[in-house]
């Protein structure tokens, strides 16, 4: 069924894009004119941070190349004839607000958990199909804002075409000369200026002539100013959106016709783009598009490129410059990026490349995800389609925990905050949904959301899920252990967590006698997130009771809430009640078990077969990653036998599977395999433009990649630094700078040979600090600021 479901919807996704590309059949990025040449190949750029490549893009997916600002996101293509600058706006959503919960669904719950006690899956799932998802089950899509097509004057002939991504400036560039005349294109989206800007530049006078247009397939409306300045844009779904255009043209002319713009003979034109949505939050949708386009237009006025260009490169550098890693270069540095990927496929080893991958998803995250804006969805705020991909959302059962990962280790809290604000909008929500779904307390919210506030069970019975509240707010912990930001934790993570855990105690259920979990307490209904099992009669299911994962999830975030509850008030009285219930409820918790037959950790609450032995999920390892309650001091037993599980799952996978084992090996401290699975992730899961693909792309994938090469050098979950754990033979000499650790450290690191030469920790709040590099261990106490040197100490 699912084999057959991805292969129309793999169908529809191509579909969609020959349709997107049949709006401007002209642009060579999109169908390229057979007589086009492109002679005398540009030079590498100097920065080799770069993304770089000989000829335009053919295709959104996997050659265009991705600009935003967090809130504002666009793809480029770099045409030649014809340019393509797809646009998004975060908050052009279909949907609305709306009570999704399933009336029905509490009246089933006990007869659901009664059939999964007895092992009668088939009725249980039928069960729960037919009264416990949402109404509606579906949510709707995130979705384009518009394009930006720019049409030139026909040449058929160009030299020295580049087109490239600067990492460390987030500019994307096209350049290329026709005629004598070299063109020069510069697209960035501005964080301080809330503006996307596209500079058009020529080596000689009055040569910049073209007409622009702002297309969108559906529901939209263009006009042009009546000065003949500005293009609008308008559409409606529940919302309204706007995007506007505003040319600065330094001489020539600019002309409004048919809903474009034309310039001719213009020196230089800044071309500024504007978009806005009605949505305010998830209840309200009353807004002014127009007044906010009008707003952002005003702020911006006439200022230069020049000091558009400064302040924009400023914001980002004061981001992206945080973190440096070396892990050495070869003459592949001076290919472009698709050849550099082309000969990993083929089996060459390319050290730069994996650092340029490992920069290319902080650049990511700083573009998809800034304070005050909303979180990176599963695209980050890159989609070009009405109907995305999963819709383009919010998924709780690992791929949006995962678009964080690297926000902490990689020095980038700040691009964290909009995923706690986001989480925090959907308690209310998740209130409801507990209590008319389960007749709990707390709050809580299914495998995926959208803006709109949707929490009820979603897509079909393995929607009925309610772990992704838990799982969640146990990385507003994480923030407060990187941070020791002791007001975030008082006024949000803990209340949150609270909450989630709430919930959690009043879901849990005695398992009754007669089954494998006895006298415990259990999670019923469960699944192990889209995996399988196979029944004693061989029959297939998915719905259960007990899932590994639920329990290590549940472990989690009552252990946080513990620690939080220390950290508060170090007497141990802080909200002292609620914390014993904590514990009473620990105590009793069906524990995690190990296989007799195979000696893995049980994924399932009985040692049932598995339907797919290389299942993508390794949902029961969650304990090892991003959990550590599984680990080799405290817990030597499961965390071998999580080593056979991961061996077991093999090294397959989709892009975010794959990291997600790359992370794992490195937990396991086995260099050498998570790199491995870090080949495979780039040679097999990584496009031209190094997005991720599922397939199609998916963000997540990016971002686990990222946070799995910095955990493989840096280490902080078992209470101490660990240097280097899972240093890969082929990083024989190398160095990164800038790296967090919990506790609230700074870590730079310089290594030759394999062996770690020097390290300088920074302390930021005054902790204690215990550090680690293979067999030896040094515990300081450091004052804030103070900097202790490894090397120093030997």
């Known amino acids: 069924m699912y084999r057959t479901f991805f292969i129309v919807f793999l169908a529809g996704l191509i579909t969609a894009e020959t349709t997107i590309a049949a709006r401007h059949i002209a642009d060579e990025s999109n169908n390229p ?22 000829k335009p893009a053919l295709h959104w997916e996997n050659q265009a190349l991705a600009v935003g600002n967090g809130r504002l996101a666009a793809m480029v293509f770099g045409g030649v004839n014809n340019e393509r600058i797809q646009l998004n706006e975060e ?41 416990m998802l949402g109404k509606p089950y579906k949510i ?22 580049r087109r490239d991504l600067d990492l460390t400036t987030a500019i994307s560039r096209t350049q290329y000369t026709a005629d004598g005349v070299e063109y020069v294109r510069e697209v960035f989206v501005s964080e301080p200026d809330q503006v996307i800007v596209v500079n058009l530049k020529a080596s000689q006078q009055k040569k910049i002539s073209f ?31 706007e995007a506007q255009l505003f040319p600065m043209v330094d001489g020539g002319s600019v002309v409004s016709r048919d809903g474009k713009l ?9 071309l500024l783009i504007v978009g806005a949505t009605s949505y305010n939050n998830a209840a309200d949708i009353s807004g002014d598009a127009t007044a906010r386009c009008e707003a952002y237009l005003k702020a911006v006025g006439r200022k230069p490129y020049s000091k558009l260009r400064a302040d924009h490169v400023a914001a980002h550098q004061e981001l992206f410059n945080r973190v440096k890693l070396d892990l050495g270069t070869t003459a592949a540095i001076k290919k472009p990026t698709d050849e550099r990927l082309q000969a990993i496929r083929k089996g060459e080893y390319d050290p730069q490349f994996e650092v340029l991958y490992f920069q290319f998803g902080r650049y990511l995250l700083m573009s998809s995800s800034r304070p005050g804006s909303l979180p990176a969805n599963l695209q980050g705020k890159w989609n070009q389609y009405v109907k995305a991909p999963w819709n383009s959302d919010y998924h709780f059962n690992i791929n949006f925990q995962m678009n964080y990962w690297p926000s902490l280790t990689c020095n980038l809290s700040e691009c964290a905050l909009p995923y706690y604000e986001y989480v925090e909008s959907l308690v209310p929500y998740g209130e409801k949904t507990a209590k008319a779904h389960y007749g709990a307390g707390g709050w809580t919210i299914h495998h995926l959301s959208d803006i709109y506030g949707f929490t009820a069970p979603a897509d079909g019975v393995h929607g009925v899920w309610p772990m992704g509240a838990a799982w969640a707010v146990r990385d507003m ?40 979990a006895a006298g415990k307490l259990v999670t019923n209904p469960s699944y192990s997130p889209e995996n399988f099992f196979i029944r004693d009669d061989g029959s297939v299911a998915m719905f259960t009771y007990a899932a590994t994962m639920d329990l290590q999830i549940i472990d989690d975030l009552f252990s946080g809430l513990k620690e939080a509850g220390l950290a508060i008030d170090p007497s141990g009285t802080f909200d002292a009640a609620f914390q014993q219930e904590l514990q009473k409820t620990l105590d009793n918790l069906q524990p995690v078990r190990i296989s007799e037959k195979t000696g893995r950790v049980m994924e399932w609450i009985k040692d ?102 910095a955990e493989m050098l840096l ?61 030896r261990s040094i515990e300081k106490v450091l004052a804030k600021g103070e900097c202790f040197s490894w090397k120093s100490a030997e």
């Open 715 to 775: 280490q902080s979950h078992d209470g101490e630094v660990n240097l280097l754990p899972a240093l890969p033979d082929v990083w024989k000499d190398g160095s990164v700078q800038g790296l967090r650790a919990r506790g609230g450290f700074e870590v730079d690191m310089t290594w030759e040979n394999g062996v770690l030469t020097d390290a300088a920790i920074r302390s930021l709040n005054g902790n204690p600090l215990k550090v680690r590099y293979g067999s």
């Open 262 to 270: 034309e310039v001719k003979n213009a020196n230089e034109v800044t």
């Open 477 to 516: 912990m994480e923030y407060y252990r990187f941070t020791g930001d002791m007001a975030f934790l008082k006024d949000h993570a803990y209340p949150l967590m609270k909450g989630a855990a709430r919930f959690m105690l009043d879901f849990l259920v005695e398992a009754p006698e007669g089954t494998p």
């Open 140 to 161: 709707k899509s995130y979705q384009p804002l518009c394009d930006l097509l720019l049409d030139f004057e026909d040449t058929d002939r160009v030299e020295n075409y």
């Open 33 to 54: 004119k057979a007589d086009m040449k492109f002679e005398k190949d540009a030079p590498a750029p100097e920065e080799p941070l770069t993304l770089w490549y000989r």
């Open 91 to 131: 908050t052009v959503w279909d949907g609305e607000p709306s009570d999704c919960n399933n009336p029905d669904a509490l009246g089933a719950l006990p007869e659901v958990r009664k059939l999964l006690f007895e092992d009668k899956n088939d009725e249980a799932t039928s069960l729960a199909k037919a009264k």
């Open 211 to 241: 007409t622009a247009n702002l297309f969108r397939e559906q529901e939209t409306a263009v006009t042009a100013s009546a000065s003949g300045n500005r293009l609008v844009l308008k559409g409606k779904l529940a919302i309204d959106y």
């Open 608 to 709: 049932y077969g598995e339907k797919d032995p290389h299942h993508r999920h390794t949902s029961h390892l969650y304990g090892l990653h991003p959990g550590y309650s599984i680990n080799q001091n405290a817990t030597p037993e499961l965390f071998e036998a999580a080593k056979k599980s991961l061996t077991a799952r093999g090294d397959g996978g989709k892009g975010w599977s794959m990291a997600w084992k790359v992370n794992m090996w490195a937990r396991i401290h086995d260099g050498d395999k998570a790199h491995v699975l870090l080949n495979n992730l780039l040679s097999k899961m990584t496009l031209d433009n190094l997005f991720d693909t599922h397939p199609p792309f998916q963000i997540d994938g990016n971002f686990g990649g990222t946070a799995a090469i």
